[in-house]
């Protein structure tokens, strides 16, 4: 029935999610839509293939995604892959790892810069996400360069699109060259948002929809210390200690 596909679905995707760019080896859109329709998900995300600039109409945002969907424009799939991307990176299992190794000051982490930026996008902070999200890829983040391209490309910024795709298959290969292993941050176990809390994000993803974090998620984020006004990307919330211990207590209502 639709109820049990979508859970298994939804079950997959998480168990399966990685937020470390060594798990983001041959990303293909394409398949991973398909997947999260059959519920048999691989999470891992890089260089894209080209969406298609046609395609068939897409379902009506209450219902649940077909296989192998296409949207109209290149915008509109772009905009869907960055939603799927960014559910997944802040529902993967390190998150909350990779978020407090940021909030650390006495740490700057790529993968920390790239979760923020997605927390940030999720609650409409689009230009200071891409703010974070350039840090993260100066440190040397592929899957922050993967959310870039997409970014641009849902904005019809397609040369600044391709400058990051390039980047992304850079930094991939140096990845693979220096096979340096991935961080861990000892002492914070457990995911960084409550389990409703991921289920509901993939689950809007799966249904067409822009995923959004509950109110009182939102909150949490929205009440961050903002530092200046940046002369590209306007306001940018910084990251507090204890953020990450408190979106994981964060609940629905």
Do not use: K
């Not at 293939?49 to 192998?68: C, I, K, V």
């Not at 999720?122 to 890829?137: I, K, P, S, Y």
């Amino acid at each position: 029935m639709r109820g049990t596909h979508e859970h298994r679905t939804i079950d997959a995707l998480l168990e399966e999610a990685e937020v470390l760019g060594g798990a983001y080896d041959d990303y293909d859109s394409a398949a991973a839509r398909e997947r999260l329709a059959r519920g048999q998900a691989d999470t891992r995300l890089p260089a894209p293939r080209r969406s298609p600039e046609q395609g068939d109409r897409p379902s009506p945002p209450d219902r649940p995604a077909a296989a192998g969907r296409r949207y109209r424009t290149a915008h509109e799939q772009a905009a869907h892959d960055l939603d799927l991307a960014i559910s997944l990176v802040v529902g993967a299992p390190r998150a909350a790892d990779s978020l407090a190794r940021l909030v650390d000051h006495r740490r700057v982490d790529p993968e920390g810069a790239l979760v923020f930026g997605c927390l940030l996008h999720l609650v409409g902070h689009r230009e200071a996400a891409q703010f974070w999200w350039q840090f993260a890829a100066g440190g040397g983040s592929r899957t922050a360069a993967f959310c870039l391209y997409l970014h641009h490309r849902c904005l019809a910024e397609f040369r600044d699109a391709e400058y990051w795709r390039d980047q992304t298959a850079r930094l991939r290969g140096a990845h693979r060259a220096s096979r340096a292993p991935a961080a861990s941050a000892p002492g914070l176990r457990g995911f960084l948002l409550p389990d409703a809390i991921r289920r509901d994000l993939l689950r809007q993803c799966h249904r067409g929809r822009h995923p959004r974090l509950p109110p009182a998620v939102e909150a949490v984020l929205n009440r961050l210390r903002v530092t200046g006004d940046d002369e590209d990307f306007g306001e940018i919330p910084q990251p507090a200690p204890g953020l990450p211990a408190e979106l994981a207590r964060s609940r629905t209502g």
